[in-house]
T-cell receptor, first 114, second 118 residues
Framework: DAGITQSPRHKVTETGTPVTLRCHQTENHRYMYWYRQDPGHGLRLIHYSYGVKDTDKGEVSDGYSVSRSKTEDFLLTLESATSSQTSVYFC?????????????FGPGTRLTVT | AQKITQTQPGMFVQEKEAVTLDCTYDTSDQSYGLFWYKQPSSGEMIFLIYQGSYDEQNATEGRYSLNFQKARKSANLVISASQLGDSAMYFCAMREALLYNQGGKLIFGQGTELSVKP
C-alpha cells in the first residue's frame, strides 16, 4: 500500500463546468503523476510533478492544469469540462526500491461529463 | 518515439496452467525499465513486476516472471499455475530512465484481458 488516496472517487458533472480532482499521499514521495484511462488507449500521462510547484506536461495535457502546493497533494483541474474528458483518472507516485523506482497507483476517479 | 505493443487483446487459460502475455517495445534509449500491471474488474492498478534494461537476469516475483529478450525488444509476462483470481486486464509499460532517475514517465500498452477457466 503506497498510501495514495483520490477524491472524489466518482463524479458526474456538466459540460463547461470546472472540476478539480485531488490526489493525496502520505509518504512524502517526490514524484506524482496524473493519468487517464480510456478504452483502446491504455493509460496516458496528463501531467506530472517532480516537487512542490514543479510540474510538467504529459502527452494529453490539453484542457487540464495541475498544482502542487504541498508535497502530499497533487490537484488536477479540468478548466471547462468536455464530454471527451469522461474517463477514469489515476494518480500515481514513484517509489524507490533499491536502484529501481516503480510507480504505484491510487484507486482512480471515475469522471462523467454530461 | 517510445511505443509499447500488446498484440493479444484477450486470452484464455485453463486453471493451473501457465500463460504468457506478450509485450514488445520500441525505444532508442539504452537505459529503460519495463513494468507489468494487473487491473482486476474492481479497477485498481496493481504493480506486478519490474525489469531494468541492464538487469542480466529475468525478474521474478512469486508466480510472475518476466521473459526479457533485449535484442528482440520483448518483455513477456509469464504467469505460472494460473488461478481464477488472475482473471484481469494486464498492462505492459515502459519508462525511460537513467539509472538513478526516480521520475520517469510511463508509456502503456493497450492491455491484454486474461480469463482463467476453471
Amino acid at each position: 500500500d503506497a498510501g495514495i488516496t483520490q477524491s472524489p472517487r466518482h463524479k458526474v458533472t456538466e459540460t463547461g463546468t470546472p472540476v478539480t480532482l485531488r490526489c493525496h499521499q502520505t509518504e512524502n514521495h517526490r514524484y506524482m503523476y496524473w493519468y487517464r484511462q480510456d478504452p483502446g488507449h491504455g493509460l496516458r500521462l496528463i501531467h506530472y510533478s517532480y516537487g512542490v510547484k514543479d510540474t510538467d506536461k504529459g502527452e494529453v495535457s490539453d484542457g487540464y492544469s495541475v498544482s502542487r502546493s504541498k508535497t502530499e497533494d497533487f490537484l488536477l483541474t479540468l478548466e471547462s469540462a468536455t464530454s471527451s474528458q469522461t474517463s477514469v483518472y489515476f494518480c500515481a507516485i514513484s517509489a524507490g526500491r533499491g536502484q529501481t523506482y516503480e510507480q504505484y497507483f491510487g484507486p482512480g476517479t471515475r469522471l462523467t461529463v454530461t | 518515439a517510445q511505443k509499447i505493443t500488446q498484440t493479444q487483446p484477450g486470452m484464455f487459460v485453463q486453471e493451473k496452467e501457465a500463460v504468457t502475455l506478450d509485450c514488445t517495445y520500441d525505444t532508442s534509449d539504452q537505459s529503460y525499465g519495463l513494468f507489468w500491471y494487473k487491473q482486476p474488474s474492481s479497477g485498481e492498478m496493481i504493480f506486478l513486476i519490474y525489469q531494468g534494461s541492464y538487469d542480466e537476469q529475468n525478474a521474478t516475483e512469486g508466480r510472475y516472471s518476466l521473459n526479457f529478450q533485449k535484442a528482440r525488444k520483448s518483455a513477456n509476462l509469464v504467469i505460472s499455475a494460473s488461478q481464477l483470481g488472475d482473471s484481469a486486464m494486464y498492462f505492459c509499460a515502459m519508462r525511460e530512465a537513467l539509472l538513478y532517475n526516480q521520475g520517469g514517465k510511463l508509456i502503456f500498452g493497450q492491455g491484454t484481458e486474461l480469463s482463467v477457466k476453471p
